[in-house]
Nanobody, 120 residues
Framework: QVQLVESGGGMVQPGESLRLSCAAS????????MRWYRQAPGKERDLVAQ????????NYSDSVKGRFTISRDNAKNTVYLQMNSLKPEDTAVYYC?????????????WGQGTQVTVSS
């Protein structure tokens, strides 16, 4: 059974930090690129950060570049999102996503999401 379980969300003040974790099971984690998305109320789900299967390639949305860092530990089947200098506009539900493309199919899994609230 495939599972992606996010943790680490919460409520913080502007300027503070949070570290999200996403623990994966039920599939070959090291074969999948991993992504973090977020969705604010009334808005679409947006890609925040992604990391390649081996961890050598990362990419970030302009809104979080320089503040957020995505990383992964393939030995622990876990991907992380370190979020620094948080802003109120970072408030959203954050979702973990695993994706693998072959020549004939896309394999994709989602977590249930974790709430991040940035407010003074």
């Amino acid at each position: 059974q495939v599972q992606l379980v996010e943790s680490g969300g919460g409520m913080v003040q502007p300027g503070e930090s949070l570290r999200l974790s996403c623990a994966a099971s039920g599939f070959t984690f090291s074969s999948y690129a991993m992504r973090w998305y977020r969705q604010a109320p009334g808005k679409e789900r947006d890609l925040v950060a992604q990391i390649s299967s081996g961890g050598s390639f990362t990419n970030y949305s302009d809104s979080v570049k320089g503040r957020f860092t995505i990383s992964r530990d393939n030995a622990k089947n876990t991907v992380y999102l370190q979020m620094n200098s948080l802003k109120p506009e970072d408030t959203a539900v954050y979702y973990c996503n695993a994706i693998r493309r072959t020549s004939y199919r896309v394999y994709e899994y989602w977590g249930q999401g974790t709430q991040v609230t940035v407010s003074s």
